[in-house]
């Protein structure tokens, strides 16, 4: 089939390193298949980091309203939010226009459901439109709970959500916890919800066989497909030996800096290294900095630690570790997947998780905020492949615990179980997007109503 004749998609990510990772993987998954793709990011993401042509999609752009900082520009988080959905209705609007009138009219848009005006810049042109969700089901579904009035805060200890193990409030995402610390954040992510009725579909970036039944639940309120591990081919079933890593990075990784790593690594005996990331947004005080420094020095073990470079001021001034390697960022897939990391000690951001999963990679988890209590509670009670620090009555993890975590993982009485079980998982993740696998199947059926959709129109 000629590419002017293939139906044609608009994938729209939310501009941070988090959100736009899985969708322009899922780009990828979709170039695949036969679909004709557009990858709209916005201006000032494109304009700064320059994307380059590739064999899978083109890349095209709306504004947020701020093209020449992006959300730096803003001077709130309400002014950000406000004008990327009025100026990026805006803009969507014109680029379908654009494509209309060619000889590549966009059939079905596919966009963050951090965006969720871009379901009414779909249905005014009359094509298919899915919501895209970058967290899991769980955590999803705790959102729609709330959106919809059958959770209310303060929330209760003994309140029960239906697909839900018993969880506790601290192991809720944060803003139940603490609604008075990201209000905005709190009112986007509940957002999501607001018109998701609309929809064709709700993709969620998760696999049908880690949380069966909050997607269960979730498709009670629509029509939901799990399509996930939304992570480069290589390590899933290798079909594409240069699909190995994410094609846009908002973070430099220096050639240099990836060659040092790959041969320290190699170097280093089989899971003996404990690799520490904290994703792009983390922001440690200096207090758990050093208590963190400490503790994974005296856990006597081999580590990377990735440290942004706005986050290296934080450090002891006398930090200089022996058995330490200090990235200002990194190739996480490549690191994880390399036999000599035996921990992923993390923030437990749903794509690190994902990713650590899928590698079969035991995790300690230290979460900050969002949807990352909740995903390190899954990690240590319902997956089982690690566990989550104790938090202080200060608020700072101590280098005792963190040590502590760290050995229990590494070398304690369940090290072997963890690890057993995240080889588990593994094998479920890889095979989801295998043939006739849980989040194949998903696609094929998405594809199969898209194309359904043309032929009817």
């Given amino acids: 089939?000629?590419?002017?004749?293939?139906?044609?998609?608009?994938?729209i990510p939310y501009p941070t390193q988090g959100h736009l990772n899985p969708l322009i993987q899922f780009s990828k998954f979709l170039s695949y298949k036969g679909l004709d793709i557009t990858v709209a990011v916005t201006t000032f993401i494109f304009n700064t980091f320059k994307p380059s042509k590739n064999i899978f999609f083109d890349w095209d752009?709306?504004?947020?309203?701020?093209?020449?900082?992006?959300?730096?520009?803003?001077?709130?988080?309400?002014?950000?939010?406000?004008?990327?959905?009025?100026?990026?209705?805006?803009?969507?609007?014109?680029?379908?226009?654009?494509?209309?009138?060619?000889?590549r009219p966009i059939h079905g848009v596919v966009y963050d459901s951090f965006m969720p005006w871009a379901v009414d810049v779909a249905k005014d042109f009359g094509i298919m439109a899915a919501t895209f969700f970058t967290q899991p089901c769980s955590v999803n579904l705790i959102y729609y709970c709330f959106h919809e009035g059958l959770l209310s805060l303060p929330i209760?200890?003994?309140?029960?959500?239906?697909?839900?193990p018993p969880i506790r409030v601290e192991e809720m995402p944060s803003f139940f916890s603490a609604p008075e610390c990201y209000p905005n954040y709190f009112e986007l992510v509940l957002n999501q919800w607001s018109n998701t009725k609309e929809v064709d579909w709700i993709l969620v970036n998760s696999i049908y066989e880690f949380e069966p039944k909050e997607a269960d639940e979730l498709a009670k309120f629509g029509p939901t497909l799990t399509i996930g591990p939304t992570i480069p081919s290589f390590y899933i079933d290798n079909h594409d030996i240069d699909d190995k890593k994410y094609m846009l990075d908002l973070f430099k990784i220096e050639p240099e800096e990836a060659s040092l790593t790959r041969m320290w690594l190699d170097n280093k005996p089989k899971g003996s290294v404990i690799y520490v990331s904290f994703g792009s947004m983390a922001n440690l005080n200096n207090t758990q900095m050093t208590e963190l420094a400490s503790g994974l020095v005296?856990?006597?073990?081999?580590?990377?630690?990735?440290?942004?470079?706005?986050?290296?001021?934080?450090?002891?001034?006398?930090?200089?570790?022996?058995?330490?390697?200090?990235?200002q960022w990194s190739s996480q897939l490549e690191v994880l997947s390399n036999e000599a990391v035996g921990c992923f000690f993390a923030h437990c951001g749903w794509n690190s998780t994902l990713e650590a999963l899928c590698l079969g990679v035991p995790m300690v988890g230290m979460p900050q905020w969002t949807d990352q209590p909740t995903n390190a509670k899954y990690v240590e009670d319902v997956w089982k492949v690690g566990v989550r620090v104790k938090v202080g009555e200060d608020g700072i993890v101590r280098k005792e615990e963190i040590k502590g975590c760290i050995r229990r993982v590494m070398e304690g009485d369940r090290a072997s179980e963890f690890k057993e079980n995240a080889l588990k998982w593994k094998q479920l993740g890889l095979k989801?997007?295998?043939?006739?696998?849980?989040?194949?199947?998903?696609?094929?059926?998405l594809i199969s109503s898209l194309r359904e959709k043309i032929l009817v129109d």
Avoid: C
Avoid at 1 to 8: L, N, S
Avoid at 156 to 164: F, K, M, P, T, V
């Fill in 1 to 11: 089939m000629e590419r002017g004749k293939k139906p044609h998609v608009l994938v």
């Fill in 61 to 103: 752009t709306i504004s947020d309203g701020f093209d020449e900082g992006g959300f730096a520009e803003a001077n709130s988080i309400d002014e950000y939010l406000v004008r990327i959905q009025t100026i990026g209705a805006r803009t969507l609007t014109d680029l379908i226009h654009r494509h209309k009138t060619s000889s």
């Fill in 156 to 164: 209760l200890e003994d309140n029960s959500i239906a697909g839900l």
């Fill in 298 to 327: 005296e856990s006597n073990h081999y580590f990377i630690w990735v440290i942004r470079e706005s986050e290296k001021a934080k450090l002891p001034s006398s930090f200089a570790p022996e058995k330490g390697l200090i990235l």
């Fill in 432 to 445: 989801a997007l295998g043939n006739g696998g849980s989040s194949m199947k998903n696609i094929d059926q």
